[in-house]
């Protein structure tokens, strides 16, 4: 018999709002190989913490379809972490969602190489992809995360080709990405993508900065503000008169 997939769950959220459309059932799973300045949730990020929960497929199906009459206009949502790092249990989860007739999102870094057969199945499967766009220069890209932008760009060619929508994120760092002529030419180059159907901007903000703290960590922007209301207006409607959805 096929040994069941175990998935490392950091948390989970049941009515979420903020991650793709409807309310949705969230699944944080554990791990993610960025190392971004701003991580709001830094212990989802090593592989294993010890603390994660740890559930076979039919276990969080059982939760998420406990949650069905609640969920059925929106779905569930796979998030991190980075889920594409447990790639054969997102695919699994996809799979039965579909078969229960839910809509499934992928919020993802896109840091996992698209190319890889379980990834890009994936990357083809799901019904939305949620794309954190980290910066659109590779050395600032670097600087914020640890790694360059290539395969988030790869990731975004590719449901491009597919015909799949995407959703993408970006959060405004100031002193990082918080720079109008960036944010230009980041503009200039979704908007030749028609599976981009909107842009979400984010603001950076430090609700995470206490659990830098709990880690024992470094936070590296205790002095970084957030952005404020008029650079956020800012900041949008140069993508807008790009021509894009702007959430
Ligand atoms: S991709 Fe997300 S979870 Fe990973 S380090 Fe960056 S902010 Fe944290």
Redesign the pocket.
């Known amino acids: 018999m096929k040994e069941p997939i175990v998935g490392r769950i950091h948390s989970t959220e049941s009515f979420g709002a903020v991650d793709g459309p409807g309310i949705r059932y969230v699944v944080f799973l554990q791990g993610?190989?960025?190392?971004?300045l701003?991580?709001?949730?830094?212990d989802?990020?090593p592989c294993s913490t010890g603390a994660e929960k740890t559930m076979t497929v039919d276990e969080l199906m059982e939760r998420i379809l406990s949650y069905r009459n609640f969920i059925r206009s929106g779905g569930v949502t796979l998030s991190?972490?980075?889920p594409l790092w447990q790639p054969q249990f997102c695919q699994e989860v996809i799979e039965r969602c579909h078969a229960n007739g839910l809509h499934v999102a992928v919020d993802?870094?896109g840091?996992m190489d698209p190319q890889a057969p379980q990834i890009r199945a994936v990357l083809e499967t799901a019904d939305l992809l949620l794309l954190?766009l980290?910066a659109m220069d590779p050395q600032l890209c670097r600087r914020l995360?640890?790694q360059d932008n290539a395969r988030a760009l790869q990731t975004l060619r590719l449901r491009e080709e597919l015909e799949l929508p995407v959703w993408i994120r970006h959060?405004l760092v100031p002193g990082y990405t918080l720079d109008f002529s960036e944010l230009e030419k980041m503009a200039a180059f979704l908007k030749h993508f028609s599976c981009v159907q909107q842009v979400e901007l984010l603001g950076f903000h430090k609700m995470g900065e206490y659990k830098w703290k709990e880690l024992g960590e470094e936070y590296q922007l205790y002095d970084t503000p957030s952005p404020t209301s008029q650079e956020m207006a800012q900041a949008k409607e140069i993508f807008v008169r790009h021509g894009l959805k702007v959430h």
């Open positions: 993610c190989p960025l190392r971004c701003y991580c709001h949730n830094p989802s990020r991190g972490g980075e993802t870094s840091v954190d980290k995360t640890g959060v």
